[in-house]
């Protein structure tokens, strides 16, 4: 909760989250208690001993490759359809908590297939959360399948510390462009395509992903700011960022919310909708993130109304569910004036 008076407003704004990878919401209470359940052995690391002690580990991460370390390692617990359910089902309880209406959230097959698990029980687990979210909650979703930058598509799991090793993510030779081949596929196949880039990566990270990848947004995106004639091409494309504040202090992006370039995209008319990536990383769910925003800038209802706005108009659903919650949106708007 923050300390602005407009603190209700924004906990009752009607949100639409773009940026949330179901397995950054794996809690290390959660993954102690499907250790136990699915009788895996943790690692020995000092760190794993205690779930109090991997809270603590969690409180500071020195950068992405650093926090991705655990945050694939911890994905070994998860092997039923229902533990993939009841992960998603915890982020949507949050979620409705904090005022979340819609919802396009990440997964990462690659690193479950690799470990034997069948892509065909993850999706039947995150689904059959999504469905209930829709049911009891009237939050729709969709699930947003994610390529593992660091491998190569017919990889498995033991790539991925050597990868670390070698920094093959953001940041490292290649900007993504090597996935150009799947990103056409998924356009001819009419699936949206988006991209992480510009969040520990320069702006040309952007660029590429705009020209190789042919994404219609942009994960992350915050360092867009640095190249204005970019920034220009993404407001006239109507590109959407999907900004995650909290994890761009966690993962040390910035030092804290204040430097993240809120106010020149409110300027200069990039779009962006605000995410919680991997709360259970980061400190923080949706709200926190509106929360830590609000409390940096001080936005006023005008600017409030212009983010939630965008964020429903570029949400990947019908015209018909856009109109729904921007009346949503419009009744709490109504009832502040
Ligand atoms: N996977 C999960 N969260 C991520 C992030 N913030 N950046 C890159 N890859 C991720
Ligand atoms: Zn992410």
């Known amino acids: 909760m923050c300390k602005s008076p407009l603190h209700s407003l924004i906990a ?27 009788n895996i052995n943790l690692p020995s690391q000092d760190e794993y001993q205690s779930q109090e002690a991997l809270e603590k580990r969690y409180s500071h991460f020195t950068n992405l490759s650093d926090f991705l370390q655990y945050y694939y390692r911890a994905l070994t617990i998860l092997i039923t359809a229902s533990d993939f359910e009841q992960l998603a089902w915890s982020y949507f309880q949050t979620a409705h908590h904090d005022g979340v209406q819609h919802a396009e959230v990440f997964f990462d097959p690659q690193s479950h297939t690799s470990r034997g698990v069948k892509l065909e029980t993850v999706v039947e ?6 469905e209930r979210a829709r049911r009891e ?13 660091h491998l190569p598509l017919e990889d498995a799991a033991e790539t991925m510390d050597e990868a670390v090793r070698g920094g093959y993510f953001e940041g490292g030779g290649d900007q993504g462009r090597i996935f150009t081949s799947v990103y056409a596929k998924a356009k001819e196949l009419g699936v949206h395509r988006t991209a992480h880039a510009g969040e520990e990566g320069d702006p040309s990270y952007i660029a590429a992903a705009l020209d190789s990848l042919g994404v219609e ?24 960022l999907t900004v995650c504040p909290l994890s761009n202090v966690c993962l040390q992006v910035v030092q ?13 008319g990039v779009k962006f909708s605000i995410n919680s990536d991997d709360p259970a990383y980061f400190g923080g769910y949706v709200l926190d993130n509106y929360c830590a925003v609000q409390e940096a800038f001080d936005l006023a209802i005008d600017e409030w109304r212009q983010i939630v706005t965008n964020s429903i108009e570029c949400s990947w659903i019908k015209k018909e569910r856009k109109s729904e919650l921007m009346s949503n949106l419009n009744r709490v708007l109504d009832r502040y004036r």
């Not at 009752?12 to 699915?38: D, I, R, S, V, Y």
């Not at 992350?220 to 004639?229: I, T, W, Y």
């Open 137 to 149: 909650f009237g939050i729709t979703s969709c699930l947003i399948m994610c390529f593992l930058r």
């Open 12 to 38: 009752e704004l009607p949100k639409c989250e773009h940026h949330l990878h179901l397995e950054g919401c794996l809690t290390p209470a959660l993954l102690f208690q499907l250790a136990a359940k699915n």
């Open 125 to 130: 687990g995150f689904k059959a959360a999504c």
């Open 217 to 240: 947004r942009i994960d992350h995106g915050v360092r867009l700011a640095e190249d204005p004639a970019l920034m220009r091409r993404v407001v006239a494309e109507g590109l959407l």
């Open 256 to 268: 804290k919310v204040g430097q993240l370039p809120i106010r020149d995209f409110l300027k200069a």
